[in-house]
């Protein structure tokens, strides 16, 4: 699925660790990156937090989209930080499910917190495993 991402892979999202239900992912800050106050706009940060999540609830092998999401954000990023995106599942039945992120610098210092709801649509995915790159 991230292989088909040409934006997360385009702002250089890289998957560390996926299972059911959850999924790590990273990316460097850069300068290209930033807003006009010099920090990471909330955007990119935003795109490493739903890449994270939308791996997480596909992790199933059946398709599944953003419902919705909300996003706090906690500090600045800046150049060069290594922002790392840690997505959990919190909740699943049926169609629907909630999802929680935390992004935080590699020093572990939190940088947004965001909370995702999914629904699966007709359709699977390949399997984990099989062409993640």
Known sequence: MLGDDPASRAAGVRL??????RAVATMTVTEAMT??????HGAYVFLLADTAFAVACNSYGRRAVAA??????????????ELVAEAGERARSGRSGVYDVSV????????AELRGRSRTIDGTLVPLGEDET
């Not at 935080?104 to 940088?111: C, E, H, K, P, T």
């Open 68 to 81: 919705g999401c909300d996003i706090t954000y906690l500090s600045a990023a800046e150049v060069g930080d």
């Open 16 to 21: 560390l660790d996926v299972g059911p239900g």
């Open 104 to 111: 935080r610098r590699a020093d572990g210092s939190a940088v």
């Open 35 to 40: 807003n006009g106050h010099g920090i990471a």
